[in-house]
């Protein structure tokens, strides 16, 4: 592997459900796409677009490449099915992988997968059966390869799933359904990204890829707030 080489995949959701939020996700991406722009250290992009169908924008392009989003190039629509796109999507980067020159490898690879519902329209992996085998793929690529995955959600449900294949909870990080919770979820992605590169933390070593309380106390506020919202109306 190339020591200090880095790539990260977005998975993103823009099912129709993300609407509301759009304009949120698409300034906080662009946001933390900036920010890793910044950092010392080479570092490869994917971005992978979904909702019942799967549209792939870069495939591990130099990430001083990658274009913002925009609300041409990101736009909510359709049904959700993220396991069939997370399948699709550890598949594909596997096999790119596996093609390159070892010494070309890069040392850390993070696969984050950015949703705000809860999977209803895979085909090819659906079910209970589909998840155990989408699970294995996790399984391999993490015990093997040293994969790290995060998942940030808005459904509890998509955070079940993402528990039962195998996204570790240290990885996994339940966000408010608001344009503030959005908007804070990409930033402690963006934070965890830099720690899990080596970039932030004690003695410049990679603590990997995870949400700290904090992320996950500024959440529970954001979702207190909203309820509190809602009952008062």
């Not at 989003?69 to 796109?85: I, M, Q």
């Not at 705000?116 to 690529?141: F, L």
């Not at 608001?178 to 970039?199: H, K, Q, W």
Request: charged residues 30%; glycine residues 10%.
């Amino acid at each position: 592997m190339k020591s200090g080489k880095t790539h990260i995949t977005f998975l993103l959701d823009r099912s129709g459900s993300m609407r509301s939020t759009a304009d949120d996700a698409v300034g906080g991406f662009n946001t933390l796409l900036e920010n890793q722009k910044k950092l010392p250290g080479e570092c490869t992009v994917s971005v992978i677009q979904f909702d019942h169908e799967y549209r792939k924008d870069y495939h591990m392009t130099p990430i001083a490449e990658i274009m913002p989003l925009t609300d041409k190039t990101f736009v909510p629509r359709g049904s959700t099915a993220y396991v069939d796109a997370l399948a699709r999507s550890i598949t594909e980067l596997g096999e790119t992988l596996e093609a390159m020159p070892e010494e070309e490898r890069p040392e850390i690879v993070i696969f984050a997968v950015i949703t705000d519902g809860m999977e209803n329209s895979s085909q090819t992996y659906r079910g209970p059966d589909g998840r155990a085998k989408v699970r294995q793929m996790i399984e391999h690529q993490r015990e093997v390869y040293k994969w790290q995955f995060a998942f940030m959600g808005s459904d509890e449900g998509a955070l079940e799933h993402a528990e039962e294949m195998a996204i570790p909870m240290s990885g996994r990080l339940t966000y408010a359904n608001s344009g503030g919770g959005v908007a804070m979820s990409m930033a402690s992605l963006d934070a965890g990204i830099e720690r899990a590169r080596g970039l932030r933390g004690p003695g410049g070593q990679s603590v990997g890829m995870s949400f700290t309380n904090e992320d996950r106390k500024k959440q529970r506020e954001e979702i207190e707030r909203l309820m509190k919202e809602k009952g008062e109306k």
